[in-house]
T-cell receptor
Framework: QKEVEQDPGPLSVPEGAIVSLNCTYS??????FMWYRQYSRKGPELLMY????GNKEDGRFTAQVDKSSKYISLFIRDSQPSDSATYLC???????????FGPGTSLSVIP | DADVTQTPRNRITKTGKRIMLECSQT?????MYWYRQDPGLGLRLIYY???????NKGEISDGYSVSRQAQAKFSLSLESAIPNQTALYFC?????????????????FGEGSRLTVL
């Protein structure tokens, strides 16, 4: 079993839709949970960051962490064509030494 | 100019050749990393360095070596390239201050080096 699993998609939605992206993980020591966004031919960029369980909202984006289920989600409201990218979940333990990435979900938002 | 610069951006080479990918950064960060990205496998850590005198293996270091020439420069070498090293390679930096509880350890990535080994 991989340490972090993520549905690779591709996921295609119409503009304005609500998008739900999810990851599951096996290491109960993970405390920090991140979502990176990667546009085509670019490096990933940090989109959202959450510590431990709970929700975090930033504009149209909401990150949720459920540590009891080892499950994290990213919701995108009112999706826009500019949201078309690959979304990578990432997580690490308290130590800063090692970040584990999921394989990424490819999202296309169709105008 | 990009804060994290990788060269070359694209390279095609043959099996058995030696290849070096270079990374330089202007962010002033101490920590530097090399990742490779493959479809369906995500980003996997090859090597990382917390300062000029500190080099650590990641999860897939076999077949690779690195050199930290200065705080701002970190190069990745494939001594004898093989086809399954065909991938997209990313350099990243981070700046961790343990005194700050708000420090996320965010990784800042370059734009990638696409390597094809024939």
């Amino acid at each position: 079993q991989k340490e972090v699993e993520q549905d690779p998609g591709p996921l295609s939605v119409p503009e304005g839709a609500i998008v739900s992206l999810n990851c599951t993980y096996s290491n109960s020591a993970f405390q920090y949970f991140m979502w990176y966004r990667q546009y085509s031919r670019k490096g990933p960029e940090l989109l959202m960051y959450t510590y431990s369980s709970g929700n975090k909202e930033d504009g149209r984006f909401t990150a949720q962490v459920d540590k009891s289920s080892k499950y994290i989600s990213l919701f995108i409201r009112d999706s826009q064509p500019s949201d078309s990218a690959t979304y990578l979940c990432a997580m690490r333990e308290t130590s800063y030494d090692k970040v584990i990435f999921g394989p990424g979900t490819s999202l296309s938002v169709i105008p | 100019d990009a804060d994290v610069t990788q060269t070359p951006r694209n390279r095609i080479t043959k099996t058995g050749k030696r290849i070096m990918l270079e990374c330089s950064q202007t962010k002033g960060h101490d920590r530097m990393y090399w990742y490779r990205q493959d479809p369906g496998l995500g980003l996997r850590l090859i090597y990382y360095s917390f300062d000029v005198k500190d080099i650590n293996k990641g999860e897939i270091s076999d077949g690779y070596s690195v050199s930290r020439q200065a705080q701002a420069k970190f190069s990745l070498s494939l001594e004898s390239a093989i086809p399954n090293q065909t991938a997209l390679y990313f350099c990243a930096t981070s700046d961790v201050k343990y005194s700050s509880g708000a420090n996320t350890g965010e990784l800042f990535f370059g734009e990638g080096s696409r390597l094809t080994v024939l």
